[in-house]
């Protein structure tokens, strides 16, 4: 499955859960799903368990780690872009303190 298709499963509706983000309007807010992943649980499938019609899967749970690892990619993307600003302006810096100070 695309990361589009599992982003798909996170929803947003004013209506549900007070706006906040959901797996597939179902009131299963990502915020919960964080937390139960953050203390330990495991999102594994278990093959003794049917699914059943509105119940959170595996996969939706996929979704929310697709999630937070797209924002840690947007977040190390951001990051590594202020280090070329800061480089940038250091070497144009240094270039002015060089040019203006004669050996």
């Known amino acids: 499955m695309t990361n589009s298709n599992l982003l798909s499963r996170i929803t947003v509706n004013p209506d549900v859960s007070h706006g906040k983000p959901t ?8 915020e919960t799903i964080l937390e139960y992943l953050a ?3 495991s999102a594994d499938a278990d093959e003794t368990v049917a699914v059943t019609g509105g119940a959170l899967e595996a996969s939706n749970v ?27 302006n ?5 270039t002015q303190l060089l040019s203006t100070n004669p050996a």
């Open 39 to 41: 203390g330990g649980d």
């Open 62 to 88: 996929s979704a929310v780690a697709t999630m937070i690892e797209m924002i840690s990619l947007s977040r190390q993307f951001d990051l590594a872009m202020k280090m070329l600003q800061n480089a940038e």
């Open 23 to 30: 797996i597939r309007n179902l009131r299963y807010p990502v």
């Open 90 to 94: 250091d070497a144009q810096r240094a």
